[in-house]
């Protein structure tokens, strides 16, 4: 199924309408297509012990939207809205996702530019879409670690661009850095600052963590979020729930320097990366184009996988919803 509303200047948002999954008919001409005033979300519904579906934050994804469709002079689409949208065909999708609690529905919500013109001004209508796919299938135990390529030539964001928002045009440009990667066997890119192209910023679709010495009160650091790192549900998730497990969590830049030679000398225990699609994902490997390194002992360490497994309960509901983030289909 889909869910849609629209928005037409001068009238504002329709009630969000539950149809049959099917094409759209849009103009040539639109302004998404041509200009690229297109945002989008990604959130996730899932399956609780007694079978109730929840939607893991819904209105952190409504807000993060919201500012994204600020920065491309969109509508915002009323937190209450999106919630009730990505609820409604969370319902309406229900019956698609198994029990197996590895699995998930995947809510895609996109908002785009319909109006046919080729003037530079924003666009007068809007489409507000929601789509539900059945994700899955990472284990809940042993993840392997990935290794990741650090780009020095492109860049994803620079000061005062659009990397803060989830725009469409930002991942297109990634895929040849990501080809790259995959041919140096690496899974995944590591962007830096478009400036010194030094500083890291974030992983592909994911934010990073660093754990800084071992044993039990190790210290966990993340980028500061400057504008040019997108501000992930999942990096605020992990904050919190760091914290609320008493380890010290701090933003702190980390150069590449930084990384290879804290990685050397045993101050960087455990990297990992986190986002919605893929939840917890530990960094084993690191290469560059002068030098590649092992971060620890090249596989998931012990924060990394206690996280990991504080995330995969909050967000199925095995425990107590202690920070209000479920919220029923
Ligand atoms: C969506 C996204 C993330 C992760 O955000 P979550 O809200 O945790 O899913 C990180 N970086 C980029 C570039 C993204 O697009």
Redesign the pocket.
Known sequence: MMVTSTWVAGHGWDEPVLSPRAPLSIDPAMVGLHYGQVVFE??KAYRRPDGRMCVFRPDA?AR?MQASARRFMMPEPPAELFVSAVRQLARADESWLPTDPDLSLYLRPILFATEPCLALRPSTSYLFLVLAFVTGGFFSDAPDPISVRIEENHV?AAPGGT?AA?CAG??APTYPAQANAVKEDCHQVVWLDARERAWVE??????LFFVHGAGLAPVITTPPLDGT???????DAIIELASADGQRVKEAPMSVAGWRDGCAVGDITEVFA????AGVTPVGAVVTSAASWVVGEGKAGPVTLRLRDRLWKAQRGLVPDTFGWLVSA
């Open positions: 990604g959130l994804y993060r994803r990397g989830k930002n991942y974030e992983m592909s679709g994911m934010n790192i997108l501000p992930g549900v999942t990096r986190c986002g919605t699609a």
